[in-house]
């Protein structure tokens, strides 16, 4: 069955940098793209990131590009977000999902999500 | 970027009852809609995509209606396991933005 296991959230002061990993089983990783989605506490949902199967195409919202990056360790099976310039507008469960579509384009829906890992800024 | 407004924000209602959720998009997005169930401390679950195709293993008291801008997800006959918040979103084009949420609790 499909698992994707998150790990790396805790607490970082503003300005500081973060990374994310995502581990990934059950499935083919290398064929299928991959995202970072995040939920604010009490908040609603915020897609944050993707990567495409192959880790050439990669896209980002607005409020983190310039300072987040998304990759993947095909070999490994694991994805990673990189967090840099943390703003307390950043503090989120950040949830790692898999794209449905198999090669190297995207639905951008989510099939499966990982448990979320929480990351907290401090001022 | 388009705008996913969902109603409404919450509901009562009880075990067995038809319950109806709302979704709107600000700007046509065909049947690129994508409905998510989340209980408390737990991930997003995909329940439905495409509008109206229902995600392998989700129970068929679900379904999904809708094209262009107005969508809605139907609970047929809610279930206590269904008491939950759903989300709606867009995968039409980018960023793929969700809609606000709609809290449905035991009446």
């Known amino acids: 069955q499909v698992q994707l296991v998150e790990s790396g959230g805790g607490v970082v002061q503003t300005g500081r940098s973060l990374r994310l990993s995502c581990a990934a089983s059950g499935f083919t990783f290398n064929n299928y793209g991959m995202h970072w989605v995040r939920q604010a506490p009490a908040k609603g949902l915020e897609w944050v990131a993707a990567i495409s199967s192959d880790g050439g195409d990669k896209s980002y919202a607005d409020s983190v590009r310039g300072r987040f990056t998304i990759s993947r360790d095909n070999s490994r099976n694991t994805l990673y977000l990189i967090m840099s310039s943390l703003t307390v507008e950043d503090a989120a469960v950040y949830y790692c999902?898999?794209?449905?579509?198999f090669g190297s384009g995207h639905y951008y829906y989510f099939d499966y999500w990982g448990q979320g890992t929480l990351v907290s800024v401090s001022s | 970027d388009i705008q996913m407004t969902q109603s409404p924000s919450s509901l009562s209602a009880s075990v067995g009852d038809r319950v109806t959720i709302a979704c709107r998009a600000s700007q046509s997005i065909s049947t690129y809609l994508n409905w998510y169930q989340q209980k408390p401390g737990k991930a997003p679950n995909l329940l439905i995509y495409g509008a109206s195709s229902l995600q392998s293993g989700v129970p068929s008291r679900f379904s999904g209606s809708g094209s262009g801008t107005d969508f809605t997800l139907t609970i047929s006959s809610l279930q206590p396991e269904d008491f939950a918040t759903y989300y709606c979103?867009?995968?039409?084009?980018?960023?793929?933005?969700f809609g606000q949420g709609t809290k449905v609790e035991i009446k």
């Open positions: 979103q867009q995968s039409y084009s980018a960023p793929r933005t």
């Open positions: 999902a898999k794209d449905p579509y």
